[in-house]
């Protein structure tokens, strides 16, 4: 391999951790993403810094936590703006003399796009939708919600079936882009750095051709979580099945989403699968670091919820990350190291490449975990944050060990998890009076690690006392 790599950055949206078949999920078809674990590093334990399209990925082109570059939430929601402006590591790629290329789905910015970060060309989502219109192809099919006894207009978040062939479905349009970028690049001589960003598998999920039959909701069993009652839990959890009008949601219902869920995973696998054999076909795979991740996973029915808005449960925190790269990667290796993935993943491709990171970036390169060298002081827990989305401001902080887990919750209960007992994060443990050290240890180790990061929320002198203090529990009310 040559000493500067080219980086294929794959990129989806809203992939669950657990939805792959490396990861034992019985019916998720990803060969390709399988063999491409087979051939690199899968990480088991890779967190998002934040549930939240929009600053996951200011997050991952920065290496700074959102509290530090400034996008806390979704810029083109109903609150007040937050716009991205920090150093970006493709910016000093580019400088670097790097030919950088973007495809799919950016949601960066509202007004400056990948030209403005270094790249030399961008292929947008909104390029896709006037090829589709130029080929004549029909509109999106969506589920006979009266069929399914489900209303309407929760129905149009679960989506359909897309009529268009296989190969004129975005995904594969979108992959194609990447491969025509990928080729014109390496006759250039220059080395490269493309980012392939889908926009699936978020809802509304719409498969195409076989893809949209390939898992029969009859197959489904519900998620472990299913079981949901919400009780001693923050309100707002069970508020959001209202709010999206899902409250009587039976899992014969949420089946048929989670069948067009897997049919769209597999569908994003196929298109990368495109997109890996072509890098062998130009003889390009061994010069080539290539990553695949994801922002944050989905509710997807889990705990009775949808999307990923105001929880923390593993389900939406967690991701998959897997890296391939030739000479360097052990092949066929796991690594369950506690990695926050956009953070690290900038410091990691800078290292690759042999650039100087952004200012401040505060990520851990993964290079040593990538070639087998643990590493002794490496961090034994990962943090989340979430500071609101369309339905309104809210602010959580995650911290995750090994078995516990504790959620900070400053306007309701917290949350405290066994995942080694109760894997499904069923019952909420922080009212128990034999766990109050752990309770009281794992707030002091959040508010450090806050502290560390810079997190404005523990800058507050009544909020920091409030996390280091702990304080009681209101009554609860009942559950649905």
């Known amino acids: 391999m040559s000493q500067r ?3 294929l950055l794959i990129h989806s949206d809203q992939h669950r951790y657990d939805c792959l078949g490396q990861a034992g999920h019985p019916l998720a078809r990803t060969p390709h993403l399988d063999r491409l674990a087979a051939q690199g590093v899968r990480f088991t334990h890779a967190f998002t810094p934040i549930p939240t399209c929009c600053p996951a990925r200011q997050s991952l082109l920065s290496g700074l936590w959102p509290e530090r570059h400034g996008g806390l939430w979704n810029y083109d929601i109903t609150l007040p703006v937050s716009l991205f402006d920090a150093p970006t590591w493709t910016e000093t790629l580019h400088e670097a003399g790097y030919a950088l290329g973007y495809v799919g789905k950016w949601h960066v910015h509202p007004t400056r796009t990948p030209l403005d970060y270094g790249f030399d060309d961008y292929v947008s989502v909104p390029d896709y939708g006037a090829w589709r219109a130029g080929q004549g192809l029909s509109r999106y099919e969506p589920l006979d919600a009266e069929a399914l006894g489900i209303d309407a207009l929760t129905s149009r978040w679960f989506g359909g079936r897309d009529p268009a062939p296989v190969e004129q479905a975005r995904t594969h349009w979108c992959a194609d882009r990447a491969i025509a970028l990928m080729r014109r690049y390496a006759s250039e001589g220059r080395p490269w750095h493309i980012r392939l960003d889908f926009e699936e598998p978020h809802l509304p999920c719409f498969p195409a051709g076989a893809f949209a039959e390939m898992v029969s909701p009859k197959e489904l069993g519900p998620w472990g979580s299913f079981g949901e009652t919400f009780q001693a839990k923050p309100y707002i959890q069970q508020q959001q099945l209202y709010t999206w009008g899902i409250e009587g949601l039976t899992w014969e219902a949420w089946s048929q989403y989670v069948a067009l869920y897997l049919g769209m995973v597999a569908q994003v696998d196929d298109a990368i699968g495109r997109v890996l054999a072509a890098l062998e076909a ?12 994801s922002d944050h996973g989905d509710a997807c029915g889990s705990h009775r919820m949808i999307d990923k808005h105001y929880i923390m449960y593993e389900d939406v925190v967690r991701v998959p990350l897997i890296v391939r790269w030739p000479g360097q990667a052990a092949p066929g290796a796991t690594c369950d190291a506690m990695v926050t993935h956009a953070l690290d993943l900038a410091a990691t491709v800078c290292e690759a490449t042999g650039i100087r990171a952004p200012e401040g970036c505060q990520g851990r390169s993964l290079v040593p975990w990538l070639r087998g060298e643990p590493v002794a002081d490496w961090r034994q ?40 007992s109760d894997p499904c994060e069923l019952e909420n443990r922080i009212g128990e009076p034999a766990l109050q050290p752990r309770v009281q240890a794992m707030r002091q180790s959040l508010l450090a690690r806050l502290t560390e ?10 909020l920091r006392e409030q996390l280091a203090q702990g304080r009681k529990l209101a009554p609860r009310r009942g559950n649905i």
């Open 453 to 462: 990061q810079g997190d404005d929320l523990v800058a507050k002198p009544w």
């Open 282 to 293: 130009e003889g390009l795979a061994d010069e080539t670091l290539v990553i695949y991740t």
């Open 5 to 7: 790599p080219n980086v």
């Open 381 to 420: 827990d990962a943090v989340a944050t979430f500071n609101g989305a369309q339905f309104g401001l809210y602010n959580m902080r995650m911290l995750r060990e090994r078995r516990w887990k504790y959620v900070w919750n400053p306007t309701d209960v917290d949350e405290l998890y066994d995942l080694e």
